[in-house]
């Protein structure tokens, strides 16, 4: 078993920076990749972009890409959100999730695990 839970989201001014956290307990060792998530109200969960245990490799989403980065704290067993730049249209909850086997990376159900989420709020 995996547990995750996410902190660092809040309310945040249109250009700000937030950072989220990804807090990985239990099993750990069988986490393949850790995937980021968001929602926002009335839409569709959207991929952002994950992050392979292995080698570290990183792949984006076009709407994460050039503003939001992944990284890892391994000795920590968490997984970091870092947002730039923020836009209005940035206002979700965010969720990290992880996947134990090798799918398709982009799509919810890939995953096996997920954190309670935390919301993100951008005012104009």
């Known amino acids: 078993q995996v547990q995750l839970v996410e902190s660092g989201g809040g309310l945040a001014q249109a250009g700000g920076s937030l950072r989220l956290s990804c807090a990985a307990s239990g099993r750990t060792s069988s986490i393949y990749r850790v995937g980021w998530f968001r929602q926002a109200p009335g839409k569709e969960r959207e991929f952002l972009g994950c992050?392979?245990?292995?080698?570290?490799?990183?792949f984006y989403a076009d709407s994460a890409k050039g503003r939001f980065t992944l990284s890892r704290d391994n000795a920590k067993n968490t997984v970091y959100l870092q947002m730039n730049g923020l836009k209005p249209e940035d206002t979700a909850v965010y969720y990290c999730?992880?996947?134990?086997?090798?799918?398709?990376?982009?799509?919810?159900?890939?995953?096996?695990?997920w954190g309670q989420g935390t919301q993100v709020a951008v005012s104009s």
């Open positions: 992050i392979r245990r292995n080698d570290d490799s990183i």
């Open positions: 999730a992880a996947a134990t086997r090798v799918l398709i990376p982009t799509i919810p159900s890939s995953y096996d695990y």
